[in-house]
Nanobody
Framework: QVQLVESGGGLVQAGGSLRLSCAASGSILSFSAMNWYRQAPGKQRELVATITRGGSTNYADSVKGRFTISRDNDKNTVYLQMNSLKPEDTAVYYC?????????WGQGTQVTVSS
């Protein structure tokens, strides 16, 4: 059973930065893609950033130019570097990993951006 463990959330002032980490229990290259999602109170979960097995990345329009997804294959870890944070970035951030037949989720980490 694959486990994904997020860390790095916290409270930060607007304009600040945080780096989230997602450590997988197995090789991240076994997944076709790894993603970061977020869910704010009262809102649907939304896709924030994706990195494919081949290394291609994609971002939601709301975070382009501010967030960067990356990975360390040796550490089986995916990161989300978040800069220029805004109060509207406040949410629980979830790591997600996908194969052709299965999807895995982490437990989430809270990010709160104060104005």
């Amino acid at each position: 059973q694959v486990q994904l463990v997020e860390s790095g959330g916290g409270l930060v002032q607007a304009g600040g930065s945080l780096r989230l980490s997602c450590a997988a229990s197995g090789s991240i290259l076994s997944f076709s893609a790894m993603n970061w999602y977020r869910q704010a109170p009262g809102k649907q979960r939304e896709l924030v950033a994706t990195i494919t097995r081949g290394g291609s990345t994609n971002y939601a329009d709301s975070v382009k130019g501010r967030f960067t997804i990356s990975r360390d294959n040796d550490k089986n870890t995916v990161y989300l570097q978040m800069n220029s944070l805004k109060p509207e970035d406040t949410a629980v951030y979830y790591c997600n990993a996908r194969t052709v037949v299965q999807t895995y989720w982490g437990q989430g980490t809270q990010v709160t951006v104060s104005s």
